[in-house]
Structure formats: structure tokens, C-alpha cells
């Protein structure tokens, strides 16, 4: 059984940090493109960060550039997500999804059209004084 189990959430206060990490069961992460996405309440799903399979291309949402990176380790098959300099506006449930390679355009599309395979269950992220 394919899986993808999200750790790492959690409160934090603005300007704090957090690292999601993504754990994959059943296959190996080494031909799929992962995604990070996330979605507050009230709001639609929205790609955060996108990256290959070979590492050699990543994505951000203007939202987080400079701020987040996606990371990912195939001897482990898991992926992360660092965050620095969280904001309010953060705060929301974040899912990994992978995608299998042949199927993915660019990882630009993967994030902006969240189009995508398999998702985890998801990761509360709450940012708040």
C-alpha cells in the first residue's frame, strides 16, 4: 500500500521555524516528483513547493520563496520542507504528494495546477502569538 506520513507540524510563534518531513511506504521516492501544498481554512489547496525527482529543479509560490525549502533524501525516501520566518498567513494544513516522474510536465505545473498522484494525510501548521 502506497503512503506518504507527514511529521513535523505544529505551533509555532511568527518568525519561528519548522521542518515537515515525509515519509514514503509501499514505493521508493526515486522516480517521483514531490510536492509540499497546503490549504487554510476556507481556501483552495495551493502548491507551496515542488521539486524533480533528480533534484535539479525546484519550485516556490511567491508566498514562500526565500523563506521555505524542499529537500529530498531517496536513500531515506523522504522529503522535507524547511520554514523560516513564519508568518500568520502560514498557518494551514500541509500535504506532501508525489507524483511519478513520466508524468510530471515541470514541477512548476505539478505545484501551480496541483496536480499530482498521492497525497499524505496532512500536517497542522499553526502560526500564532
Known amino acids: 500500500q502506497l503512503q506518504l506520513v507527514e511529521s513535523g507540524g505544529g505551533l509555532v510563534q511568527p518568525g519561528g521555524s519548522l521542518r515537515l518531513s515525509c515519509v514514503a511506504s509501499?514505493?521508493?521516492?526515486?522516480?517521483?516528483?514531490i510536492g509540499w501544498f497546503r490549504q487554510a481554512p476556507g481556501k483552495e489547496r495551493e502548491g507551496v513547493s515542488c521539486i524533480s525527482d533528480s533534484d535539479d529543479s525546484t519550485y516556490y509560490a511567491d508566498s514562500v520563496k526565500g523563506r521555505f525549502t524542499i529537500s529530498r533524501d531517496n536513500a531515506k525516501n523522504t522529503a522535507y520542507l524547511q520554514m523560516n520566518s513564519l508568518k500568520p498567513e502560514d498557518t494551514a494544513v500541509y500535504y506532501c504528494?508525489?507524483?511519478?516522474?513520466?508524468?510530471?510536465?515541470?514541477?512548476?505545473?505539478?505545484?501551480?495546477?496541483?496536480?499530482?498522484?498521492?497525497w499524505g494525510q496532512g500536517a497542522q501548521v499553526t502560526v500564532s502569538s
Open positions: 509501499g514505493f521508493t521516492l526515486d522516480h517521483y516528483a
Open positions: 504528494a508525489a507524483d511519478p516522474s513520466i508524468l510530471v510536465t515541470t514541477v512548476q505545473d505539478m505545484c501551480v495546477m496541483v496536480r499530482t498522484s498521492y
